[in-house]
Nanobody
Framework: VQLQASGGGLVQAGDSVSLSCAASGRTLSSYVMHWFRQAPGKEREFVAAIRWSGGSTYYEDSVKGRFTISRDNAKNTGYLHMDKLKPEDTAVYYC???????????????WGQGTLVTVSS
C-alpha cells in the first residue's frame, strides 16, 4: 500500500483545514486508516482512525468534536477535516494504514509522507 498525503499549510487559529490521503497499490477495504501527528520536539501521537469497512471512527480526546475523519471508497482516499484549529495543533500530520487499529508503538504497517499544518495564534 502506498499512501500520499496532501493538504495542510499555514492557517490561523480558529480556521479549518482538510487533509487527504490517497491510497494506491490495493484497496483499503480491509484496512484501518489512521492519522498521526508529530509536533516539534514532541513524540508522535495518534489523532484519529477509521475502519474502511463499516466506517467506525476513533479520535484522540483533544481533537474530539473538532476533527472529523472520513473516507471515500470510490477514490480509495481518506480525509481528515480539522475545525477550530489551535496553535497546539501545529504538527506534521501523517496518514497510515494497517489491518488493525494501532495507536501506539511503531504504529500501522504503511505510512505516507507527512504534511505540515501550522496554526498561528
Amino acid at each position: 500500500v502506498q499512501l500520499q498525503a496532501s493538504g495542510g499549510g499555514l492557517v490561523q487559529a480558529g480556521d479549518s483545514v482538510s487533509l487527504s490521503c490517497a491510497a494506491s497499490g490495493r484497496t483499503l477495504s480491509s484496512y484501518v486508516m489512521h492519522w498521526f501527528r508529530q509536533a516539534p520536539g514532541k513524540e508522535r501521537e495518534f489523532v484519529a482512525a477509521i475502519r474502511w469497512s463499516g466506517g467506525s471512527t476513533y479520535y484522540e480526546d483533544s481533537v474530539k468534536g473538532r476533527f472529523t475523519i472520513s473516507r471515500d471508497n470510490a477514490k480509495n482516499t481518506g480525509y481528515l477535516h480539522m475545525d477550530k484549529l489551535k496553535p497546539e495543533d501545529t504538527a506534521v500530520y501523517y496518514c497510515a494504514a494497517g489491518r488493525m487499529l494501532v495507536v501506539g508503538g511503531q504504529g500501522p504497517d504503511y505510512w505516507g509522507q507527512g504534511t505540515l499544518v501550522t496554526v498561528s495564534s
